[in-house]
């Protein structure tokens, strides 16, 4: 790779939660991608677990506490950036959860 070039690197945790034939989705509001929905998901903190971002990620942008129950795979995504002069390197981690009857009656 060309050092010259900016690149920009991220690595970031996604949940899906399927249900009764729904997927639920969250609307972005900020960022490159604002008013554009998404999976519940973000960017890992320093020293934090995959499994720890992730659930924290799911509270911070659905408000449900969710249990882990498997990876479903680890992608690479490149591609150039539409609203700057870079590529975006990204590694992208998808789990499936369960989520209490409780935490049901948020959704």
């Known amino acids: ?10 690595f970031g945790v996604y949940g899906i939660y399927f249900e009764d034939g729904k997927l639920l989705v969250i609307n972005k509001n900020g960022g ?11 960017s890992l903190e320093e ?12 509270l911070e942008k659905t408000g449900l506490e969710v249990k882990v129950v498997k990876c479903l795979g680890v992608i690479d995504v490149s591609l150039k950036s539409g609203h ?19 935490e049901k009656e948020n959704i």
Do not use: C, W
């Open 1 to 10: 790779m060309d050092k010259d070039k900016k690149f920009h690197r991220a």
């Open 32 to 42: 490159p991608y604002i008013n554009r929905f998404d999976l519940p998901g973000g």
């Open 47 to 58: 020293a934090e677990s995959l499994t720890n971002a992730l659930k924290r990620e799911f």
């Open 84 to 102: 700057r002069e870079q590529r975006d390197y990204n590694k992208l981690n998808y789990n499936r959860f369960e989520v209490s009857n409780h």
